[in-house]
């Protein structure tokens, strides 16, 4: 919670990426001058260690069973490890890079967005030392796309878990029995229940007061964690005999799975602010890899036994598979009351970074207009996306694919490189940042090109991802 109580006057670090890359020098005096005055009363590691694994479990938890469907029962859980300790050790590089240029320009501290520009400005390209700002500029544009594409998911998952309930609470029983397949037609489309959400999320996004929002986050703290424990209860019960389950899926459905899986590790730009107001910095690491191993072991264990439990008719959220009784829609309510909270946090951080753009070319007096004005059209953008791409699997593969390989794979290594390359850099180091690099390239690349393959083509050549095929 301390991580987000702040008033309006002072931001918080997290925010600091997206703001400061619009800003000029004054911008970072003040930020350094915030965590000197908070430095006393900085996180500890328990509290280092919650925010960490909140910022990494979302909805893109919930799609990894979808994602071991796409990979298989063998090569899904394996390759989810490596993927998860590619990103680890791509954060540790990023808050090496951080911390080495901090030190050689004497700052405080540095932000995702500063440590690629400062690089650039040292590189030996005279090219990318002339065009080093740009650096931030890539790294703000990345962070904007992929919280704006998390916010299009939160919409999507909420409107799914509302049909769902929705329609079927006329037949909704006491008795928690295993869904059966019976395609249905649905009663209400299901951009209708989008459009339903919208305004209450214009209405939420308004509350610009993070300590008031602090209490929203603590919310949804709550409802994830109480609805994730009725969700383990349910797939550890009666798995069906996993042999029949494929060990290895096709290359194209394993694209798909690493964008999934890419987009499921959504902390890596939160590293450096986590570690900035940390009263004890040097803790970090050890918060890091034991927080880190706790969130790769429930990504496997979730996928893995998801998976297992509902096979073939595993849905783009475990969520869509549980049983139609009033225990488990309680599961569905409480996840989606807890990701409407999330929303608008996530929100925070593209409205930081565009919405002081948009007041500086206004007079004072339309400021309050202009910044509620883009508010209700980043809101309103999310929901139209959420509409035209009715596939929650896909854009959730999308969006991992495209943004947060670039932000957890492409970025860091390729940082690593022009930071430490004027000080001779170990030949092992240098290969192993190309090879990471290369691999998030290709999966950027190609994963992009399957999904929108995929949403090129008909909604029943693909899997249905709308509650209606369930009874």
């Known amino acids: 919670i301390s991580l987000l109580a702040r008033d309006n006057n002072s931001k918080p670090k997290f925010l600091d990426d997206g703001s400061k890359s619009l800003s000029e020098s004054s911008s970072s005096v003040t930020s350094e001058r915030i965590h000197a005055a908070e430095e006393a009363n900085g996180l500890s590691m328990m509290q280092t260690l919650i925010h960490l694994l909140k910022c990494n479990i979302g909805t893109g938890l919930l799609g990894l069973p979808l994602a071991m469907k796409n990979a298989g029962l063998l090569v899904g859980p394996f390759s989810l490890l490596a993927i998860g300790i590619l990103t680890v050790h791509c954060m540790v590089i990023l808050l090496n890079c951080a911390h080495h240029l901090s030190q050689r320009l004497q700052k405080t501290f540095v932000n995702y967005g500063e440590a690629m520009m400062y690089s650039l400005e040292t590189c030996p390209n005279a090219w990318l030392r002339t065009h080093s700002v740009w650096g931030r500029y890539t790294v703000s544009f990345l962070l904007i796309i992929t919280q704006l594409g998390f916010c299009s998911v939160y919409f999507m998952f909420m409107a799914d878990n509302l049909q769902q309930m929705v329609e079927e609470v006329h037949v909704t029983s006491k008795t928690c029995e295993p869904r059966k397949i019976l395609v249905l037609t649905p009663n209400v489309d299901i951009r209708f229940y989008m459009l339903t959400i919208l305004p209450f999320l214009i209405l939420l996004v308004f509350i610009q007061n993070l300590r008031v929002l602090s209490i929203f986050s603590t919310l949804a703290n709550i409802t994830t964690l109480g609805s ?244």
Request: a negative charge; glycine letters at 6%; one cysteine or more.
């Open 228 to 471: 994730m424990a009725l969700i383990f209860q349910y797939i550890m019960q009666e798995i069906p005999d996993p042999r029949n389950l494929p060990l290895m899926a096709s290359w194209k459905t394993f694209l798909l799975f690493f964008g999934t899986a890419i987009f499921t590790f959504e902390g890596v730009g939160m590293v450096l602010p986590l570690k900035n107001q940390m009263k004890y910095p040097q803790q970090f690491s050890f918060v890091l890899y034991s927080g880190m191993s706790l969130v790769i072991i429930l990504y496997i264990c979730l996928g893995t036994l998801g998976y297992m439990k509902f096979g073939s008719n595993t849905q783009a959220s475990i969520t869509l598979n549980l049983p139609n009784c009033w225990l488990y829609q309680s599961v569905k309510l409480m996840y989606s009351m807890g990701i409407f909270f999330t929303y608008a946090l996530q929100f925070h951080v593209p409205a930081e970074i565009i919405i002081p753009v948009v007041i500086s070319q206004v007079s004072e007096s339309w400021a309050l207009f202009a910044d509620l004005s883009v508010r209700t059209a980043l809101v309103c953008l999310t929901c139209v996306s959420a509409i035209l791409i009715p596939r929650l699997d896909l854009v959730i593969s999308l969006v991992g694919s495209v943004s947060s390989s670039a932000l957890a794979l492409i970025i860091p290594p390729f940082l690593e490189l022009i930071t430490f390359y004027p000080e001779d850099m170990n030949c092992i180091t240098i290969v192993k940042d190309i090879m990471i690099s290369i691999l998030g390239l290709l999966g950027c690349v190609f994963g992009t090109y399957q999904a929108l393959y995929e949403l090129t083509q008909p909604i029943n050549h693909s899997i249905a991802n709308s509650t209606g095929v369930y009874a």
